[in-house]
C-alpha cells in the first residue's frame, strides 16, 4: 500500500464518519447518485465564480459564467484540493484531478447557484480523485450572476460573486 492511499482512506474515513447522510436523503431527484455508489470524499467549496459582461448565446447582452475557483476544504476547514475551470475541474492536493460531464441541476433558492450532478471522466494521476464516478454539489450558497446592469456600454466588464458549496465525491461500489 502506498502512502498516498493511505493518506486517501484516512481522509476519506474521516470525512465519511462527519457527512450527514439525512442530507442526501433530502436531495431531489434529479441530482441522486445512482445506485451502486458510495460516498468516498466530502468536502466544503469556497471560492468565487467569474462573470462577463458579453454578448450570449442568443445574441442578447447578459453575464456570461467564465469559470469558477475555490479551495475544496475538509471538515476541520483545511484545504484538500481545488476547484477551478473551464473546463470545471476538481484536483486533490496529491495532484490527481477530474472533470466531468454535467448531467442535472436543480434550483436552490434565490441567489444561489443550483444544486448539480456531475458523471466524472477518469481521473489523472494517482490519488483522492481515482476511481470518482460522479460529483454533487449541494448546499450552495451564492455563486449567481451578478444583479446589475449589463448592456454595451458594460461590454466587457467582469463580476467576481463569492460562493459556497459542498462538494461530494462517489465512488463506485
Same mark, same amino acid.
Given at each position: ?13 474521516? #470525512? ?32 468565487? =465564480?467569474?462573470?462577463?459582461? *458579453? ?47 454535467? #448531467? ?8 444561489? =447557484? ?9 481521473? *489523472? ?9 460522479? =460529483? ?31 462538494? =461530494? ?5
Amino acid at each position: 500500500m502506498t502512502i498516498k492511499h493511505l493518506t486517501r482512506t484516512a481522509l476519506g474515513a474521516a #470525512l465519511i464518519a462527519s457527512f450527514s447522510h439525512a442530507a442526501l436523503a433530502e436531495t431531489p431527484a434529479d441530482v441522486q447518485v445512482p445506485d451502486g455508489n458510495t460516498v468516498a470524499l466530502e468536502t466544503v467549496g469556497v471560492g468565487a =465564480i467569474t462573470y462577463m459582461c *458579453e454578448t450570449n448565446d442568443s445574441g442578447d447582452m447578459a453575464w456570461v459564467f467564465k469559470g469558477p475557483h475555490a479551495a475544496l476544504n475538509d471538515n476541520d476547514g483545511s484545504q484538500v484540493g481545488s476547484y477551478y475551470g473551464p473546463p470545471a475541474t476538481w484536483e486533490a492536493l496529491d495532484g490527481s484531478k477530474i472533470t466531468g460531464t454535467q #448531467l442535472a441541476t436543480a434550483p436552490n433558492g434565490d441567489g444561489n =447557484i443550483p444544486l448539480q450532478l456531475v458523471e466524472a471522466n477518469p481521473a *489523472e494521476g494517482e490519488g483522492a480523485m481515482t476511481g470518482v464516478s460522479y =460529483i454533487q454539489r449541494l448546499n450552495t450558497e451564492g455563486g449567481v450572476a451578478p444583479d446589475v446592469t449589463c448592456d454595451s456600454d458594460h461590454d466587457g466588464a467582469t463580476a467576481v460573486v463569492t460562493y459556497q458549496a459542498d462538494y =461530494i465525491f462517489w465512488t463506485a461500489e
